[in-house]
C-alpha cells in the first residue's frame, strides 16, 4: 500500500516507520531539522524494546504524496485545514484520509473538504515525542481504534485495521469512532491544558492536592459538554477510568506540554477552544476549562509575537 504521511513528527513517524517496517511504501512529509536529520540518517524510533532504523522518502513537498492510497494527517491540528485543502488538490480520488489527531474538530474540517466516505479516523494511542531531530522516543503501550466517518461507507476500514496488525500495530475498529474520540478527548482536555498551563507531567497533576482538584473540575465539566452533545457516559466511572488511565502516563509530558516548552504553537483550540464554544452553544458552563483556555490562548499569542518581533 502506498501510504504518505501528512506531519511526519512524533506520531506520524512512529506510525509511518512500523508501516514502512513492513513493507508499506511510505512518504514521510517533514520539514526543518527533523526532516534534515531524516534525508541524511534516515529516522530512528526508539522504544522500551530497543530502537531501530527506517531508510525511506523524505520530503517537504506536499505534491510527493499525490500517489498515495492512504494519508495518515498526523500534523499539529492548528495546521489542519491548510494541509486538508492543499491535499484535496492532489490525492487522487479514491485516495483515503485518516486523522490520527487528537480531538474531535479536525473531522469537522475534514468533512468540509474531503467527501466524507474518503475519511476515517484513529483514536491514538500513544506516548510519543521528537526526543532530536530525526530520533522518535516511543514509550508505554500503543494503540489505536480506527473507524469511518461515514458509517455506510464500504469496508475500507477492516482492510486498513489489518494491514496496520500485520505490522505489529495493535488496531482494532469502531463502528462508534466518534464517541470513542471524545472519551479521549476527555483525557486529553482534563491533562494537557492544565500540564501546558502549570507546566508539570501527568504524574505532578495526581500529586498536587490543588492541581489535582482542577483536573478533576475540568473532567467533570468536559463530560458534561459530551453528554449535552449526546455522547452517553455515565460520569462517575467515566471520571474514575479517566484518572485511572492518567496513573499510567504518570512520567508523561502531554503532547500540549511538549509544545509550550519548544516555544510551538499549542492545540489551543482542539483540546480547549471547541469544547468551551460547544459549552456556549449548550448553555453548560465550564469555568475551569475557561480559565485555563484563556492562560494558554494568552501563551500562545505572546509566543506568536515573539516569533515576529525575532
Ligand atoms: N505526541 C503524542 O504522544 C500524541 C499526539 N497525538 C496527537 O497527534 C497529532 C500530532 O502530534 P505530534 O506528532 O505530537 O505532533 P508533532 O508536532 O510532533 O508532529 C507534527 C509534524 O508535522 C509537521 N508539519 C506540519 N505542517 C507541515 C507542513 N505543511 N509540511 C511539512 N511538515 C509539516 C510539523 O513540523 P513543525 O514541527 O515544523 O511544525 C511536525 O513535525 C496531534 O493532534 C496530537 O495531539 C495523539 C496521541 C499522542
Ligand atoms: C497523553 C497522550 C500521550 C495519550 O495518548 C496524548 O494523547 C498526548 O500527549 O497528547
Not at 115 to 144: C, F, M, N, W
Not at 258 to 285: F, H, P, T
Request: with cysteine; proline share 2%.
Amino acid at each position: 500500500m502506498r501510504i504518505g504521511v501528512a506531519g511526519a513528527g512524533a506520531v506520524g513517524s512512529y506510525f509511518g516507520g512500523m508501516l514502512h517496517n513492513a513493507g508499506h511504501d511510505v512518504t514521510f512529509l517533514a520539514r526543518g531539522y527533523h526532516l534534515a536529520a531524516m534525508k541524511t540518517e534516515g529516522l530512528l524510533i526508539a522504544g522500551e524494546h530497543g530502537q531501530f532504523r527506517v531508510p525511506g522518502t523524505f520530503t517537504d513537498r506536499l505534491s510527493d504524496l499525490a500517489k498515495s492510497d492512504l494519508v495518515l494527517l498526523c500534523v499539529k491540528s492548528n495546521d489542519t485545514e491548510e494541509v486538508a485543502k492543499q491535499l484535496r488538490n492532489i490525492l487522487k480520488n479514491s485516495a483515503l484520509i485518516m486523522t490520527m489527531q487528537n480531538g474531535v474538530e479536525n473531522e469537522e474540517i475534514l468533512e468540509d473538504v474531503f467527501d466524507k466516505e474518503r475519511l476515517l479516523s484513529a483514536a491514538t494511542y500513544i506516548q510519543a515525542s521528537v526526543e532530536a531531530p530525526g530520533r522518535i522516543r516511543q514509550q508505554g503501550r500503543v494503540k489505536l481504534v480506527i473507524g469511518e466517518l461515514d458509517s455506510s461507507a464500504t469496508d475500507d476500514c477492516a482492510v486498513i485495521m489489518e494491514k496496520f496488525n500485520q505490522a505489529g500495530i495493535d488496531t482494532v475498529q469502531s463502528r462508534h469512532i466518534l464517541e470513542r474520540k471524545w472519551q479521549k478527548l476527555l483525557w486529553n482536555a482534563t491533562f494537557n491544558p492544565l500540564s501546558a498551563a502549570a507546566v508539570a507531567r501527568v504524574g505532578q497533576i495526581l500529586d498536587d492536592k490543588q492541581l489535582n482538584k482542577t483536573a478533576s473540575a475540568i473532567c467533570s465539566e468536559v463530560i458534561n459538554v459530551a453528554i449535552h452533545k449526546g455522547i452517553s457516559f455515565d460520569p462517575e466511572p467515566t471520571q474514575a477510568r479517566i484518572f485511572s488511565n492518567a496513573e499510567k502516563a504518570r512520567n508523561h509530558q502531554t503532547s500540549m506540554l511538549q509544545d509550550r516548552l519548544r516555544g510551538k504553537r499549542m492545540e489551543v483550540e482542539a483540546m480547549c477552544g471547541y469544547i468551551v464554544r460547544q459549552a456556549n452553544l449548550l448553555d453548560v458552563s465550564t469555568p475551569a476549562l475557561q480559565s485555563i483556555y484563556s492562560v494558554l490562548s494568552f501563551i500562545d499569542q505572546a509566543n506568536k509575537s515573539h516569533m515576529k518581533m525575532k
